[in-house]
């Protein structure tokens, strides 16, 4: 069973910055990586982020590119969003998600509230 913990959600300005968090515990040994969703009033969920642990090969939404930087510290088993020049459309919950080897999203954290002022 993994367990993923965020941290560091708040409000901010726009153009602001903030760091995201996401401690995982309970880790497979074969595990891919770790990714980021956010989900927004009113909307369905949407990928933003993901990381393989090996290697360190991260992949982005088109909407944060150059904006959001993901990054990991194995020996902690946590990864990290950088999110710079924050936008009031980035307002959302963020899920940390665990990714399996065999593709799928199998375990969730509980989300952390971002919310980006005009």
């Known amino acids: 069973q993994v367990q993923l913990v965020e941290s560091g959600g708040g409000l901010v300005q726009a153009g602001g910055s903030l760091r995201l968090s996401c401690a995982a515990s309970?880790?497979?040994?074969?595990?891919?990586?770790l990714g980021w969703f956010r989900q927004a009033p009113g909307k369905e969920r949407e990928f933003v982020a993901l990381?393989?642990?090996?290697?360190?090969?991260?992949d982005y939404a088109d909407s944060v590119k150059g904006r959001f930087t993901i990054s990991r510290d194995n020996a902690k088993s946590t990864v990290y969003l950088q999110m710079n020049s924050l936008k009031p459309e980035d307002t959302a919950v963020y899920y940390c998600a665990h990714r399996s080897i065999g593709g799928s999203y199998d375990y969730w954290g509980q989300g952390t509230q971002v919310t980006v002022s005009s």
């Open positions: 990381i393989r642990w090996s290697g360190g090969m991260a």
């Open positions: 309970g880790r497979p040994f074969i595990s891919y990586g």
